[in-house]
């Protein structure tokens, strides 16, 4: 069964420094999202993308956040200067289409920013 | 704008024996989706079951219910014969269909995190 993966499992980084989260959404997937959840929290919507450009996005995704989709299968998530507040567990999802009813999750990115 | 309650943070439940999760929604919307999902130890989030609101018919998928009560914006998950791997996290999210102000992301509650005893 075709699943969303994402890379690295855990990530550990210094604050100020900048950290890219990948993930490899289902391949027939249009839709690409980014949720993040702090420790004890609830999951909250960062961002959505769909043709190569940013469709939604939410308070939390300010400038230090960006997404990209450099080639045909990679999403990517970039924090370009970390802050203690960014340690949260990152999910990618991916949405077959308008017509497709679930999102699919990859299975997390830890990040720790000491 | 939308949001999604989970009045009930934890909840406990004798192994095979049946167990309630309350979920209630508000939105001025008349065509969503809702969704259930499992968030065991290892955060990975597992889709449990998912509702269409313009069906009436309440979704089953195995050991696991909903009752939809779209009238009452109300979305509860039922266990049946609950089992020890069935401990974990569950969260109900509600997800607009595609229009201009959405594009298809998940609202979600603050979770319910349910206890199975053996």
């Known amino acids: 069964e075709p699943e969303v993966t994402q890379t690295p499992s855990h990530q550990v980084t210094q604050m100020g420094q900048e950290v890219i989260l990948r993930c490899v959404p289902i391949s027939n997937h249009l839709y690409f999202y980014w949720y993040r959840q702090i420790l004890g929290q609830k999951v909250e919507f960062l961002v959505s993308?769909?043709?190569?450009?940013?469709?939604?996005k939410s308070e939390i995704f300010d400038d230090q956040f960006s997404v990209e989709r450099p080639d045909g299968s990679n999403f990517t998530l970039k924090i370009r200067s970390t802050k203690l507040e960014d340690s949260a567990m990152y999910f990618c999802?991916?949405?077959?289409?308008?017509?497709?009813?679930?999102?699919?999750f990859g299975p997390g990115t830890r990040l720790t920013v000491l | 704008a939308q949001t999604v309650t989970q009045s009930q943070p934890e909840m406990s439940v004798q192994e095979a024996e049946t167990v309630t999760l309350s979920c209630t929604y508000d939105t001025s919307e008349s065509d969503y989706y809702l969704f259930w999902y499992k968030q065991p130890p290892s955060r990975q989030m597992i889709l449990v079951i998912r509702?269409?609101?313009?069906?009436?018919q309440n979704a089953t998928e195995n050991r696991f219910s909903v009752n939809f009560q779209k009238a009452a914006k109300s979305f509860s998950l039922k266990i049946s014969d609950s089992q020890l791997g069935d401990a974990a996290m569950y969260f109900c999210?509600?997800?607009?269909?595609?229009?201009?102000?959405?594009?298809?992301?998940?609202?979600f509650g603050k979770g319910t995190k349910l206890s199975v005893k053996p």
């Open positions: 993308f769909y043709n190569n450009e940013i469709s939604e």
């Open positions: 509702q269409e609101a313009y069906k009436q």
């Open positions: 999210a509600y997800r607009s269909f595609f229009n201009g102000g959405s594009q298809g992301n998940l609202i």
């Open positions: 999802a991916s949405l077959g289409g308008r017509r497709g009813d679930t999102q699919y």
